[in-house]
């Protein structure tokens, strides 16, 4: 076993610690790349958001209805 005259530490312990670091930092980029493909993936947001995004498109298609009629109906 060879010291790091910097730390003081086995060089041994800190490979480990090094590659329980990396596999950590493997794990949380697993993680974000899964919550990433889930909020982008089309039918979850889709299923998610239906109810707001049909009412919304439903008022904009009265209003936009209501003002084409007023502006052909109006003397």
Same mark, same amino acid.
């Given at each position: 076993?060879?010291?790091? !005259?910097g730390?003081g /530490?086995p060089?041994?312990? /800190? $490979? /480990? +610690?090094?590659? @329980?670091?990396?596999? +950590?930092?493997?794990e949380? &980029?697993? @993680? #974000? $790349?899964?919550r990433? +493909? $889930?909020? #982008?993936?089309?039918?979850?947001v889709? +299923?998610? *958001?239906?109810? !707001? &995004?049909?009412a =919304?498109?439903? #008022?904009?298609?009265? &209003? &936009? =209805? *209501?003002? /084409?009629? =007023?502006?052909?109906t109006?003397h």
């Open positions: 076993m060879s010291n790091d !005259p730390s /530490l060089t041994d312990e /800190l $490979e /480990l +610690r090094a590659a @329980e670091q990396r596999k +950590r930092l493997h949380k &980029v697993e @993680e #974000l $790349e899964s990433v +493909r $889930e909020n #982008l993936d089309l039918k979850t889709a +299923r998610t *958001y239906i109810l !707001p &995004v049909s =919304g498109a439903a #008022l904009f298609s009265f &209003v &936009v =209805g *209501y003002a /084409l009629a =007023g502006v052909f109006r």
